[in-house]
């Protein structure tokens, strides 16, 4: 992933970042063979359940036509009743006449049909004979079922129910949000406009061994969870993570091309934590989201769709009507179904191309991308009308201007409430030119032109995208080379790599708090085993250098994160993201924070 001519090199990590855990969704599982073991008993559990549910329809069959025969003779009689009356009443009195037939006709539904059933939940468990309302429509469950929304288990009962169940119903809908959140809730106000928001990942439960439960919510407003995949063709994956394309595959089989879904159903769905019970219709992270919404019920869950090896879909499905139509509705479909989400992210990494896959992209990306964006946003105004909620959407950014100007979002910013400009990975380990990974500013140093955030930030503005809408990256990770030597001008920054440091987690780059514990010696330190600390003032960045090794780490630290926050402020700005979470030690997210003024108060 080398930096080109033109210097995206930016987004080539940018998603690289977001694909070096992104590449693998449990890729990171300490053991990939006892994950493959996992998989093939979820196979056998699914084959027995299939079993179960074919021997389960055969019982209710004869019963299923027994409604159905009893709701003909009721239609009949009805229809009976009304032409009787018809034929003894004069043409003044018919009307009345019809008007009582049709309330003694719905009376006589009301008594076996019950509008007022509860609304479906994935996260309810329901047995034969119960009824839900679902899309405007009573459904009553066949057998023992969960998670999924009324399909082949669930008969058709009234398809007049819409009022039961929608939202519009002030009343019911506060009902149902103070369903939503736990007795223990904990309230945080939001005293500005700005998002404070952080990436989890769905891998990190693994290696990282860092769970939902860990997330500090109460100091952010949005929490995205990666990765979603698409389904199709997704050979930048086949190539960085065989397994996890062979998972996907399987994960994929027997749904239609260009629809999402979970790509480690171990980790998101099955994985038991404390307080789980052997019924819950599902466990994993997904079930602990669903937890950490309702104790903090300010927090705005939002599934990110794509990343760095899952981005080959988007080039096909998005220049494609019908394709788009698929992911829509199936996009629409997830959320229903987990219904803690509160909206949709997608990092399309990247439309334009020069991304994990050098043969995908193109100019037709440019129109491609608004049409998605808007498509996107149309099926949830959709599904507003019908939950009665609000959904936000969300898109993940190259920041740099040749990325810019690969997609319309002169018009796309119309449908979207927050572009995420990942002004970070501008200089990294995939070459030997050194550079900051996240500066704000222009520096002299900088050998690649508009490599910084403002730089970026501008683009958009001038094409008229609102600054509220635009939210700026900071990292809670460093990117590293060795071989720097020290040139004689005494200035590591203008010196040449002679290839990356070794790493954590991959090649070249670090957790923050592994760099303020082995490279800083604290928050507040100024090196340790060989480093010294630096502090760019013109650029708005940090680095520590070894002189002996000539290692060089460039990250972002407190200081840095607070002089983006304040850029923020000054520009009136949406507000600040992080990539990811599992790396912090709480010292970004928390200078995230005070860097716009504290303001989330429990």
Known sequence: EGTSSEGNSQEDTASEENNQEEDDSGENSPDENSEDDEVAEEEDENSQEDSEEENQSDDEETDNNDQEDNTDSEDESSEDEANDDSED???????????????????????????????????????????????????????????????????????????????????????????????????????????????????????????????????????????????????????????????LVSECAGKPEFSVTIHDTYAALEKSYPGDKWDDPIKGSYNQLNKLKKKYPHLKMIISVGGWTLSDPFHYMANDPQSRAVFVNSMMDFLRQYDFFDGVDIDWEYPGGNGANPALGGPEDFQSYADLMCDIRSGLDGLEAETGREYELSTAIGASPAKIDAANYADAHSCIDHILAMTYDYYGAWNNTVGHLAALNDYPENSIPDFYATSGVDKLLELGVPPHKIAIGATMYGRGWSGVQMPADGNPLNGVATGPASGEWETGSYDYKTIVEDFLGGTNGTGINGFTYYYDETAEAPYVYNDVSGTFITYDNPRSVKAKANYVIQNNLGGIFSWEIDADNGDILGAMNEGLGSPLVT
């Open 89 to 247: 009443t004069n043409n003044e009195d018919e009307t009345e006449d019809e008007e009582d037939t049709q309330e003694e006709e719905q009376e006589e539904n009301d008594d076996t049909n019950d509008c007022s059933a509860a609304a479906w939940s994935s996260g309810s468990t329901y047995l034969g004979g119960d009824q839900v309302v679902h899309n405007g429509v009573l459904y009553q469950a066949k057998w023992w079922t969960q998670t999924e929304p009324p399909a082949q288990e669930w008969q058709q009962i009234d398809s007049g129910c819409s009022v039961s169940e929608d939202t519009n119903d002030e009343d019911d809908q506060g009902s149902d949000e103070e369903d939503d959140i736990s007795d223990d809730a904990i309230i945080v106000e939001n005293h500005s406009d700005k998002l404070i928001s952080t990436f989890f990942v769905e891998w990190g439960v693994y290696d990282r061994n860092y769970h939902v439960s860990d997330v500090p919510a109460e100091k952010l407003t949005h929490l995205y969870y990666g990765f979603l995949p698409i389904c199709g063709p997704n050979d930048s994956l086949k190539a960085a993570n065989p397994h996890g394309h062979s998972v």
